[in-house]
């Protein structure tokens, strides 16, 4: 009978090993992807919308351009409603794209308020977010502030996110401490994990501690599962292997962050990744082959 077991376990081992070179194969750099990671907006990778799938669908708006004409000269309120009202719904996008930068330079609070007073759902979320992303390059702490002001409603949301983006292409780290506190502590959410991922692309060592001096939770583990992927891409998958067995109690949590670095290090040395897959006791393995299985093609 323990035979039996034995046997069962290496074949377990050997799928899992397998699936693993499949995963790879159809899935290229990153986490597996699962239902829990918000806001599609930072890739593993690093800067593209992240690969977990998205709470918040984030529409598709123009981002703005920077205007680096230092003789632009800043339209007033009244000077771009006539210009967006005699333009047609398709070149309002270029005519704000035009006009904001200097706009907001100059100004921001009074186009902010102008913004705030359009009646086209459409028109106010394209200068909401726009002006948002744009104050946030010289003034993050009031573009917050004015984002976090805005009714309650998937155009605040969206902007709250454009705010922490923007900020997080200088300074990851500022972005994290802008979006902790409308997130809290306790949920999972996609975008601080991300923002907290491109803190750890620059300063591991910073972005590990403050991640380990949050609760001991699921929204913890998230992060840590973002942690472990920086480690294992970065080309020490060995020391991510050690941070899974030390960080994650066992669970799914565990199970995905283990994938994750199966996924990393089978790219760069498959015997070791091998070794220490079959390391893993037969239950767990199951479970790890379960992650990196292609999902079932549609019917």
């Known amino acids: 009978m323990r035979s039996e077991l034995k046997v069962a376990g290496i074949a377990t081992v050997a799928a899992l090993a ?7 194969a159809r899935d290229g750099r990153g986490p597996p992807r699962d239902r829990t990671r918000a806001e599609a907006f930072l ?14 669908q984030l529409s598709t708006l123009a981002t703005p351009r920077p205007d680096n004409s230092s003789s ?5 309120p009244a000077e771009l409603e006539q210009r967006l009202a005699a333009s047609d719904a398709d070149s309002r996008d270029r005519v704000l794209e035009a006009a904001l930068p200097a706009m907001v330079a100059k100004n921001p609070e009074e186009i902010a308020r102008f913004a705030e007073l359009q009646t086209d759902p459409r028109l106010r979320e ?12 010289t003034d993050a702490d009031r573009a917050m502030g004015w984002a976090m002001s805005l ?6 949301v969206a ?3 454009d705010v922490s983006l923007t900020v997080a292409m200088t300074d990851p780290q500022r972005a994290v401490s802008l979006r902790e506190p409308e997130v809290g502590n306790i949920e999972p959410d996609g975008v601080l994990e991300g923002l907290v991922q491109q803190w750890a692309q ?12 949050r609760p001991r939770n699921a929204q ?15 080309g020490a998958p060995d020391e991510a292997a050690r941070m899974v067995d030390a960080a994650f109690a066992d669970g799914s949590q565990k199970v995905e962050a283990i994938a994750i670095v199966a996924q990393q290090w089978t790219q760069v040395d498959p015997v070791a990744a091998n070794a220490w897959l079959q390391g893993l006791d037969d239950a767990t393995a199951r479970s790890v082959l379960q992650q990196l299985q292609p999902p079932n093609p549609p019917l």
């Open 43 to 56: 890739s593993p990778a690093g800067v593209t919308p992240a690969a977990p799938a998205a709470q918040t």
């Open 72 to 76: 632009s000269k800043a339209l007033t």
């Open 18 to 24: 397998a699936a693993t070179a499949v995963y790879v």
């Open 220 to 234: 913890r583990d998230k992060l840590l599962q973002r942690l472990v992927y920086v480690r294992a891409a970065s």
């Open 202 to 213: 620059k300063d591991f060592d910073a972005a590990l501690a403050w991640t380990n001096a």
């Open 159 to 161: 902007t709250l996110i």
């Open 126 to 137: 394209l200068l909401v977010r726009q002006i948002a992303q744009l104050w946030a390059k």
């Open 151 to 156: 009714p309650d409603s998937p155009e605040r």
